[in-house]
């Protein structure tokens, strides 16, 4: 399988501070999706972007396929923003996910 | 659109006993996969679903199974139960599996002692 690193792992901000965070595969997948895990567990979709780039409020996301990586922006963050983000891609048939983001917002 | 959901959301369970996890995925969608998701080695896949078949197999003991019905709903099983399958066990919808974008349930969380 693929291996698919996040950086970086941890990350503190000051509420209305912004980040990117960074994902890269190992090999080419077909498909690369955000994700934001609420404390409850829960995987919420933030964006599939196989390439180009993709912008949601105050998130954004890029893919730069033939680089094999891919980029999450958040602009003034909140502290709703906090949990962990993953990325994972698709390549046979298979998903796999980064290590994961732990965000941490303070007021 | 109803989401992805998964019954039970919490269950314990002792040593050596079974388990059966449910999933139903989004209306109109047939492939439903499985991942187990643990501190110590993250989100990994068990297996996925599409029409009623099994496509795919991640690197699990054979004590892991599953299946799906003509409905796409899919069940998850584990026999022997060991400590270590404590876990978050999340399943995720897809339209067609492979490329398509994944949408995940809420989760189970297992608890073996």
């Known amino acids: 399988g693929i291996q698919v690193e996040q950086s970086p792992p941890d990350l503190i901000l000051q509420e209305g501070a912004n980040s990117t965070l960074r994902c890269n595969f190992s090999?080419?997948?077909?498909?690369l999706q955000w994700f934001h895990q609420n404390p409850w567990g829960q995987l919420i979709n933030l964006f599939y972007?196989?390439?180009g780039t993709k912008q949601n409020g105050r998130l954004s996301a890029t893919t730069v396929a033939t680089e094999r990586y891919s980029l999450l922006y958040i602009s003034s963050s909140q502290t709703t923003d906090s949990g962990v983000y993953f990325c994972?891609?698709?390549?046979?048939?298979?998903?796999?996910f980064g290590t994961g983001t732990s965000l941490t917002v303070i007021p | 659109k109803a989401g992805v959901t998964q019954t039970p959301r919490y269950l314990i369970k002792t040593r050596g006993q079974q388990v059966t996890l449910s999933c139903s995925p989004i209306?109109?969608?047939?492939?439903v996969s499985w991942y187990q998701q643990t501190p110590g080695q993250g989100l990994q896949f068990l297996f996925e679903?599409?029409?009623?078949?099994?496509?795919n197999k991640g690197n699990f003991p054979g004590r892991f199974s599953g299946r799906q019905f003509s409905n796409s709903r899919s069940e998850m099983n584990v026999s022997t139960l060991e400590l270590g399958d404590s876990a978050l066990y999340l399943c995720?919808?897809?339209?067609?599996?492979?490329?398509?974008?994944?949408?995940f349930g809420p989760g189970t969380r297992l608890t073996v002692t």
């Open positions: 995720a919808s897809s339209l067609l599996g492979g490329t398509y974008e994944q949408y």
């Open positions: 090999d080419s997948v077909n498909n």
């Open positions: 972007i196989p390439s």
């Open positions: 994972a891609g698709v390549t046979g048939n298979q998903f796999y």
């Open positions: 209306s109109g969608h047939r492939s």
């Open positions: 679903y599409f029409s009623e078949t099994q496509r």
